[in-house]
């Protein structure tokens, strides 16, 4: 397969996790309607929720972060980090939305991605098809949703937190006016060296 310069594929990895939120006492604090733990930007109930500057939904802020590396736009931290106070309690779709806006503008799109949430708890088997769905819906294309243990090693094992991993491939488009200008542009230089 030759190269074409009309498209350009790169990839991004992201990562990211947050804290369980602790009771007084130490005890995990369980998640309410007013907060409840989000995940791929899903609800999941009857879990403990995350600390955090936004939502704490690990799986969507490690999405963006792999979207935003993969088109050398910065990280998740360097966009919508805690300076930024419009972004305080923001959802996780809010940030994938953005990312993909500001793909958009450098005529970037995702061929495709997935995303594993690393934890003891909650269990995320029964949401694995709602979070595809819901990620594929925002990034407008495949996106794959898993999720494992460390066997209770570490801070996720231990059920101090959640940590997720991103990774996504994108394809720069160009416009088509672009491309007809540079052709137009070689053809004359072409013609020129005649």
Known sequence: MGYDETMDL??????????????????????????????????????????????????????????????????????????????????????????????????????????????QVPRLAPYYHAARAALSQILQAPVSFTATTTDRMGFTGNKEGLAALGICLLRQCYRPRAIMRTALRTSRTINRRD
């Open 10 to 119: 790169r990839v991004g990895q992201g990562f990211d996790a947050h804290r369980f939120a602790r009771q007084p006492d130490g005890s995990l604090a369980a998640a309410n309607p007013g907060q409840p733990l989000m995940i791929a930007t899903l609800a999941i109930p009857d879990a403990p929720r995350l600390e955090g500057h936004s939502d704490g939904d690990v799986a969507a802020h490690a999405l963006a972060d792999a979207l935003l590396s993969a088109a050398d736009l910065g990280d998740l931290g360097s966009n919508f980090g805690v300076d930024r106070p419009e972004y305080a309690g923001a959802a996780g779709r809010v940030f994938l939305e953005a990312a993909m806006e500001k793909l958009r503008r450098e005529h970037w799109e995702v061929v495709n991605a997935s995303v594993q949430v690393i934890g």
